[in-house]
Nanobody, 119 residues
Framework: QVQLVESGGGSVQAGDSLRLSCRAS????????LGWYRQAPGKERELVAA????????YYADSVKGRFAISRDNAKNTVYLQMNNLKPEDTAVYYC????????????WGQGTQVTVSS
């Protein structure tokens, strides 16, 4: 069980940058993978980026490769999503999520933070 608290969303213009933060609380975060999902109205929730907490190995959706970067701060138990060169199609509610390492499903979720990108 992981408690996740998100921050950093907002309204920006195309080309701007944002950094989302997710503070995680768990007895052993090395057991988990941390990911960022996003969901736009009428769309299914999609995985944007993820990392293994222990090794720091990362994954990115093709739509954000080269623009977004996921990272962690072990001392602060925090995972970040640095979003550069934002585009209107990045507009969505972004969720921090966690799953047990080796499992198939993300089962712990943050409250979500809105990111709106205008042209």
């Amino acid at each position: 069980q992981v408690q996740l608290v998100e921050s950093g969303g907002g309204s920006v213009q195309a080309g701007d940058s944002l950094r989302l933060s997710c503070r995680a609380s768990a007895r052993a975060l090395s057991m988990y993978n941390l990911g960022w999902y996003r969901q736009a109205p009428g769309k299914e929730r999609e995985l944007v980026a993820a990392l293994t907490w222990g090794e720091g190995l990362s994954y990115y959706a093709d739509s954000v490769k080269g623009r977004f970067a996921i990272s962690r701060d072990n001392a602060k138990n925090t995972v970040y999503l640095q979003m550069n060169n934002l585009k209107p199609e990045d507009t969505a509610v972004y969720y921090c999520a966690a799953k047990v390492r080796g499992s198939n499903d993300y089962t712990s979720w943050g409250q979500g933070t809105q990111v709106t990108v205008s042209s």
